[in-house]
């Protein structure tokens, strides 16, 4: 199973930036996928969360707005877009899969860096 995240960096307060997460070694399809988010000293956090199908979305009241999650079930690949950044989206981004039932399995990325800043 790998979760692999690109697409963080640099960016000015006001920018935007777009994470993706490539999935492979599960059925992507049937997983609810995530990005959380952990900031120097403090908690991973839930930023955004996608059902399986793509049909809801939730979103943490500090990005609601400004993030956008999506997926691509053919591409086996979720996207965060992030527009109207701020210095305290400042964080190590992770993506993370979860499928409940029977058995659980949960995965998680190693994370990308977004620091937003002038």
């Known amino acids: 199973v790998q979760l692999v995240e690109s697409g963080g960096g640099l960016v000015q307060p006001g920018g935007s930036l777009r994470l993706s997460c490539a999935a492979s070694?599960?059925?992507?399809?049937?997983?609810?996928m995530s990005w959380y988010r952990q900031a120097p000293g403090k908690e991973r956090e839930l930023v955004a969360a996608?059902?399986?199908?793509?049909?809801?979305?939730n979103y943490a009241d500090s990005v609601k707005g400004r993030f956008t999650i999506s997926r691509d079930n053919a591409k086996n690949t979720v996207y965060l877009q992030m527009n109207s950044l701020k210095p305290e989206d400042t964080a190590v981004y992770y993506c993370?899969?979860?499928?409940?039932?029977?058995?659980?399995?949960?995965?998680w990325g190693q994370g990308t860096q977004v620091t937003v800043s002038s």
């Open positions: 993370n899969a979860a499928s409940w039932g029977v058995k659980s399995y949960v995965y």
């Open positions: 070694g599960f059925t992507f399809s049937s997983y609810r």
């Open positions: 996608i059902t399986s199908g793509g049909g809801s979305t």
